[in-house]
């Protein structure tokens, strides 16, 4: 059980390696990663989790088929792989979506889509999704009665995926503090203590009960999304700087009765602007509908829509409706959020064609930012911020009762399935050590002790032959290895020297036979 007070209590009583602040989907990605080393890792957010960007995206795990016309080759392809990786590890909320995306007036425009989605595919590599496809006008009537077909001379189907990106966000914390990490919401870092070019703590409130704690660790990394420059701000004595430079999307919450339930259709905007919107039919009979692009400076803490917010994607959806026009009295809900975008100081601000690149820097010692991005790249992004802390600090790989047995279960319920995999994990909580593979072989003690204690192994030749497949691996006799083995199986079974001695003799014989042939 997740119980807050002893959470609080840990927090302020343990030392941490990691302290992640922000408990957005980037500070989820990396507090798992973290956890998955074994690093004693705390997450804390000023809010709930998931409160900020990553409850208000566009609910969308995709590549960004309209970054390639900004040439963000780099960009798309690794959100096209994490895709694929979302897709597999968290099917429950991660989900393949066909998108609709009509073409009109001129076939050198329909051209122009075919050779980017080419690109797309080409960048995707292996999926497990269809590459996509060309939808003639006969056809774009029948499945999509919805629109005006006057002007349309043919259009494509795509893939991407959809999700509930605040339960996402949400589970991975979850599966992170499964494997030892601690998690507090509602919980604001108000100040930062540095001292000779090192963060010594730092000031968190509770902002439920009201109460400040102080918070220790070797690193810490701000993963503060849209709040990057208020995090900074603490830590440089108020600074200036201006680190994001954020836009704001809103969306409209619909009955999804309104659009195909099947398919995202893509609908281009009624002022001729360039972009698009999509509506995507969601969970529990909802559609999503949206997007704008807008310079943002307002609050961080209250996101407002505005009517002409609201009219502008009114009124391009219904510029392309046929019959039954979206009308306020339909809307559901909205909501507005903001893209943690950065300020590339370039003379071209516009919000539609800056990055959504990410990227990371240390501020110090020992404290490492990471802004902008995209929900698609979370783990990436995380893998990356991990990369950067082992080039910089030496972390040892901590062990409790609880912090690595399911990452361990991961590792082997491939090869054992997942209960003796548990029993594997089992073994593993005596020493971490017992998870390190031997030279050359992909097993390890763990697993040789999981033979001996739980599938009647009492001989070299029992484990190495029967149990695995390093006899037939071994093409040269591994007198240091074969030793090894021997003195697991005499520790767990009581053997003498001489006992020993004689099962390295029968053992040798066994492998002679199996690497000579006349």
Not at 9 to 20: K, L, M, Y
Not at 144 to 171: C, E, H, M, W
Not at 198 to 224: F, G, H, P, R
Not at 479 to 504: F, G, P, R
Request: glycine letters at 6%.
């Amino acid at each position: 059980m997740n119980n807050r007070k002893t959470n609080i209590q840990r927090a302020s009583s343990e030392f941490f390696d990691i302290v992640v602040i922000g408990g957005g989907i980037t500070g989820a990605g990396i507090a798992l990663m973290a956890a998955k080393k074994g690093w004693k890792t705390l997450i804390v957010d000023k809010h709930d989790f998931a409160f900020g960007t990553s409850s208000r995206s566009a609910k969308m795990i995709h590549g960004g088929l309209r970054y390639l016309q900004n040439l963000q080759i780099k960009l798309v392809k690794e959100a096209l792989h994490e895709r694929e990786h979302l897709l597999k590890e968290y099917p429950h909320l991660v989900k393949p979506q066909p998108f609709f995306m009509p073409i009109y007036k001129s076939k050198l425009n329909k051209l122009k889509l075919g050779i980017g989605l080419s690109g797309y595919d080409y960048l995707t590599g292996e999926s497990s999704m269809p590459k996509h496809e060309a939808i003639k006008v006969d056809k774009i009537k029948e499945r999509f009665p919805q629109i005006k077909s006057d002007n349309i001379v043919g259009g494509y189907i795509y893939y991407d995926a959809k999700t509930n990106d605040a339960r996402l966000t949400n589970d991975i914390i979850q599966e992170a503090v499964d494997l030892g990490a601690v998690s507090i919401n509602y919980f604001e870092v108000e100040n930062i203590i540095c001292k000779d070019n090192i963060v010594n703590e730092i000031i968190c409130t509770d902002n439920i009960s009201k109460i400040k704690y102080n918070i220790q660790a070797k690193v810490y990394i701000a993963a503060t999304g849209i709040w990057t420059d208020d995090t900074m701000k603490l830590l440089h004595n108020n600074s200036s700087e201006q680190f994001m430079m954020p836009s704001k999307g809103i969306h409209l919450i619909v009955d999804a009765s309104h659009f195909p339930k099947d398919c995202v259709m893509l609908l281009p905007t009624a002022n001729n602007d360039g972009r698009m919107i999509w509506c995507m039919p969601w969970d529990d009979n909802l559609s999503v509908v949206g997007t704008t692009d807008t310079e943002y400076n307002g609050s961080n803490e209250e996101m407002t829509v505005l009517k002409e917010e609201v009219n502008y994607i009114l009124d391009s959806v219904n510029a392309q409706l046929k019959d039954k026009k979206l009308t306020h009295g339909d809307i559901l809900s909205v909501y507005a959020g903001i893209r943690p975008l950065l300020n590339e100081k370039t003379n071209n601000n516009k919000s539609t064609k800056r990055s959504r690149d990410y990227k990371i820097w240390w501020n110090n010692d020992n404290m490492l930012t990471i802004s902008g991005g995209k929900l698609t790249s979370f783990l990436s992004m995380a893998e990356k911020v991990i990369e950067e802390i082992e080039q910089k600090h030496s972390l040892e790989t901590s062990m409790n009762n609880s912090i690595k047995i399911n990452s361990i279960i991961d590792k082997f319920k491939h090869r054992y399935g997942i209960k003796n995999a548990s029993l594997i994990a089992d073994i593993a909580q005596e020493n971490i050590q017992f998870i390190d593979t031997f030279d050359n072989y992909n097993y390890c003690t763990a697993e040789i002790l999981f033979f001996i204690r739980h599938q009647h192994a009492q001989k070299i030749d029992d484990i190495l032959t029967r149990r695995t497949l390093i006899s037939y691996q071994m093409k040269n006799y591994d007198t240091l290895l074969i030793q090894n083995i021997s003195d697991i199986l005499a520790k767990e079974l009581n053997w003498s020297n001489e006992d020993k001695q004689m099962d390295i003799e029968n053992y040798k014989k066994s492998w002679m036979l199996m690497h000579s042939w006349l």
